[in-house]
């Protein structure tokens, strides 16, 4: 069991322990749908469909960034705190890699969304480490 930080509380939450792309979409729908807005332990997995090539410098540290086709025409994107995770340096993931994520799904608006905290590290509002798997080797 993982623990999760909520509303300043913590709360004991759990994630799959295989990949559910059902309970994601499902989540992904009640958001967008307008219930709901906290962050939520997720594990998906799907084809990589795109790649930044390029790290980008935020005000947490370099990021890498990807998009997951998890079923249902939908796609997430996947943020890596290159800063925390132990890979080689970016990208070490392609188009058309298979891909296996545990991380927190943040919903801000339509085009706002997406899967991070995807690294071993836990902070203050996010209790839960997380990973990625891609073609078989785990970077966390």
């Known amino acids: 069991m ?3 930080l909520n509303s ?3 709360q004991a939450q759990t994630v799959s322990s295989v990949c559910d792309d059902s ?3 499902a989540a992904q729908r ?3 749908n307008g219930g709901g807005r906290e962050d939520l332990p997720v594990h998906v997995c799907g084809r990589v469909v795109a790649v930044s090539s390029r790290a980008k410098h ?9 998009y ?5 025409g939908v796609s997430i994107r996947i943020v890596s705190d290159l800063d925390e995770m132990n890979a080689p340096e970016w990208p070490w993931v392609a188009k058309g890699d298979q891909a296996e994520i545990v991380g927190r799904y943040y919903y801000d608006a339509p085009r706002r ?3 991070d905290w995807t690294h071993h590290g836990t902070g ?9 798997v891609v073609n078989g080797t785990k970077y966390q």
């Open 8 to 10: 300043g509380c913590a």
């Open 30 to 32: 009640t958001f967008e």
């Open 58 to 66: 935020t005000r947490s540290g370099w990021h890498g960034y990807f």
């Open 113 to 115: 969304q997406g899967i």
């Open 23 to 25: 309970a994601f979409l």
């Open 2 to 4: 993982s623990t999760l």
């Open 124 to 132: 203050r509002h996010w209790g839960m480490p997380g990973y990625v």
């Open 68 to 72: 997951v086709d998890v079923g249902s």
